[in-house]
């Protein structure tokens, strides 16, 4: 029988039949979502109080090839309190190339990993969720997740609500989800990033027409959270 992470790692796998420029930070539809989450992820650490960021611990939880930590780095964080993890070696060596030296870096199934209890002030995850379909993997991953964060920390989520009908790969995560994975009542959130395939169609006509029609909040796909553990 196939386990969950050797089915991960299959559907990544699978994903390498995926245009290769078509995420790209240099296509419009890529950058303008980009911007749009940065924005967002300022106002979160602002609506959080999660300053100073210097001294915040942070793990990444599927880190891929480490743009987001470079994203932490420039808004802040030290790369001395960062740790990254993936479950893919291609993508974790890409990151060791991308990232500072100081950055720590552990590769595998994250649920074999044995940090003590509370030790990060943020333990993130973006887009690895949605990957996972089995049930159980997710409680398990996020019963971690929970346990190794800090009282007065949180979990830092990013990703999308919603199935794709062409992806039988992936599968969207609510915001109902999220509150039943963490012993929490209320999850502070943003809505966010315009559907991609729409995306990607209007940003060819001219850039601008991303923020026109994320404008409407049905077309937005995708959630930021913080998910807040109590102090």
């Known amino acids: 029988m196939v386990s969950e992470s050797e089915e991960i790692i299959r559907r990544y796998e699978r994903r390498k039949l995926i245009p290769e420029g078509r995420y790209s930070p240099l296509n419009a539809s890529t950058y303008m979502s980009e911007q749009e989450k940065e924005r967002a992820l300022i106002k979160m650490i602002k609506r959080e109080k999660l300053e100073p960021l210097g001294n915040k611990r942070l793990l990444e939880i599927g880190c891929g090839t480490g743009i987001n930590l470079l994203q932490l780095i420039r808004l802040g964080f030290q790369s001395s309190n960062l740790f990254a993890n993936d479950i893919l070696a291609e ?49 398990k991953l996020a019963l971690k997740m929970w346990n190794w964060t ?28 999220i509150n039943d994975l963490f012993p929490v009542q209320n999850v502070n959130f943003y809505r966010l990033t315009l559907a991609p395939p729409i995306s990607r169609i209007l940003t060819k006509v001219h850039p601008i027409l991303y923020s026109v029609f994320s404008s409407l909040y049905f077309l937005r796909t995708h959630i930021l959270c913080f998910v807040k553990k109590p102090s």
């Open 150 to 177: 800090k009282p007065g920390g949180g979990i830092l989520w990013y990703d999308f609500i919603y199935n794709n009908p062409r992806n039988k790969d992936v599968k969207g995560v609510s915001l109902s989800e």
């Open 91 to 139: 993508r974790l060596m890409e990151a060791k190339k991308r990232l500072p030296n100081q950055v720590s870096f552990f590769e595998g199934n994250i649920l074999n990993q044995n940090f003590d209890d509370e030790v990060f002030d943020i333990v993130f995850q973006s887009m690895v969720f949605s990957s996972i379909l089995d049930r159980d993997f997710k409680k």
